[in-house]
């Protein structure tokens, strides 16, 4: 079952779930090791030095989201911010989610409940970069931008040879958008 910053355990009689318990949850400063620990494990994003993990975990935390299991473990972390000259977009920086929880939908639910959060802060436009060959992000972003109902453009914002002197792919801008996100539950009362 996944817990997104409360409580939700109520399902369907006969409802099945084959996953352990998560919680989704605002990060605080005191998941900055542990985000350094999983993202070292999550090759192959780049890790960060334990400091700025400590940043994204206080100073950006309202556009972070964290995914803690039963023992109280990090299993999955999503960093963003919100570009000064674009306050209604959410720049998703790194969807790091721990080999154990991989194939389950983890960082799918993250990343629609760290939206629903910012939108309700006004956020409208959702952006990230993807290398060429990762195709799982890709197919994990335009899976969200599918279920937000948002359209999306892709261009190339940091190029190999141009920025990475030829050693790393190039980094390919997502902007999806704009997008209000709706609360099913909510809607299907209304429409009852």
């Avoid at 400590?54 to 299991?69: G, M, P, V, Y």
């Avoid at 197919?139 to 969200?144: D, G, H, T």
Wanted: hydrophobic share 40%; net charge negative.
């Amino acid at each position: 079952m996944f817990i997104l910053e409360k409580d939700f355990s109520q399902q369907p009689k006969g409802f099945v779930l084959s996953v352990p318990t998560v919680t989704l949850r605002r990060p605080t400063d005191g998941d900055g090791f542990a985000l350094h620990e999983l993202v070292a494990r999550c090759q192959p994003l780049d890790t960060n030095s334990v400091y700025c993990n400590l940043l994204q975990c206080s100073d950006f935390a309202d556009t972070a989201i964290a995914a803690e299991d039963a023992n109280g473990q990090l299993v999955g972390f999503i960093s963003g911010y919100r570009p000064p000259s674009r306050p209604d977009t959410l720049f998703v920086w790194q969807v790091a989610v721990d080999a154990s929880m991989r194939g389950q939908g983890l960082a799918l639910r993250m990343l629609l409940a760290l939206t629903e959060r910012v939108a309700s802060q006004g956020v409208r436009f959702l952006e990230t970069t993807i290398s060429p060959d990762n195709g799982a992000s890709q197919a994990l972003f335009k899976k969200a931008f599918a279920q937000l109902g948002a359209d999306y453009s892709t261009r190339t914002l940091f190029s190999r040879t141009e920025h990475f002197a030829g050693k790393h792919e190039d980094e390919v801008l997502y902007r999806a958008g704009p997008f209000g996100v709706s609360n099913p539950e909510k809607e299907s009362e209304e429409t009852a």
